[in-house]
């Protein structure tokens, strides 16, 4: 069976997964999980921002930061790491986070 064919015939979202990118656990699975979580934190930044009515440069200004990097987070271009992830939510946002590792 063609890849194409599989994929049209997929009855699940995570059959559908895996056929395009391979079962969990392999390298392009990893990579594009990886890349859905940056897009979902980026999302989340955005919109969160959005609620605050507050832009880009002034959550930058709030956290110690440059307005460029802001815009990489929400573009999902840029890598953050948790103390920075905390600072935007808690410090520039007034939002809690809570992260869980499963």
């Given at each position: 069976m063609k890849k194409e064919e599989a994929?049209?015939?997929?009855?699940?979202?995570?059959?559908?997964?895996?056929?395009?990118?391979?079962?969990?656990?392999?390298?392009?699975?990893?990579?594009?999980?990886?890349k859905a979580n940056y897009f979902v934190i980026s999302e989340m930044l955005k919109?969160?921002?959005?609620?605050?009515?507050?832009?880009?440069?002034?959550?930058a200004d709030k956290i110690g930061t440059k307005k460029s990097y802001i815009s990489r987070l929400e573009n999902g271009k840029a890598d953050i790491q948790v103390s920075t992830l905390y600072r935007i939510f808690e410090t520039g946002l007034g939002r809690k986070i809570h992260l869980t590792i499963i």
């Open positions: 994929i049209r015939n997929a009855k699940t979202f995570d059959e559908l997964l895996d056929i395009k990118y391979g079962k969990i656990g392999s390298s392009t699975r990893d990579e594009y999980e990886a919109e969160a921002r959005k609620e605050a009515n507050i832009t880009q440069e002034q959550l």
